[in-house]
């Protein structure tokens, strides 16, 4: 079984009200990492030219597609039944991304498929990180 998942989606940047720009943008779940998921940006929309990626909780991703949430930088709520609204907030300002709710579900879908939810904790190698966080100390 892959230990990453990588799902390309069609996504919508809204620059300014109303106008929308279509960008390919890449979810990303690693099970070594398997409380967070990942968007990663192309480097052509990006402020400096790089590929740019953001980390946040599964389940608040999850939590999005059924009512507005969020903590901190990242905001997530439904638009209507076939829309999710990404709201990602830097100094350097607002990034709103349009996405189609089906293809976040599928996504997270298979990220249960390889993380079941309530099973994270296992997949985490504690001794050993604590190990390598201490080593020199």
Do not use: K
Request: no cysteine; hydrophobic share 40%.
């Amino acid at each position: 079984m892959p230990a990453v998942i990588d799902h390309t989606v069609q996504a919508r940047l809204v620059t300014v009200p109303s106008v929308t720009r279509e960008i390919p943008v890449a979810l990303r779940y690693d099970r070594h990492d398997p409380f967070a998921v990942r968007i990663v940006f192309p480097p052509d929309v990006s402020l400096d030219g790089h590929e740019v990626t953001w980390v946040f909780s599964r389940e608040l991703l999850e939590d999005g597609l059924h009512s507005a949430v969020g903590h901190g930088d990242v905001h997530i709520r439904p638009d209507g039944t076939e829309r999710t609204v990404v709201e990602l907030r830097a100094p350097e300002g607002v990034a709103v991304i349009e996405f189609g709710t089906g293809g976040l579900r599928r996504f997270l879908r298979g990220t249960y498929e390889l993380v079941p939810g309530g099973t994270e904790h296992l997949e985490l190698d504690l001794d050993n990180r604590l190990t390598a966080l201490l080593r020199g100390v």
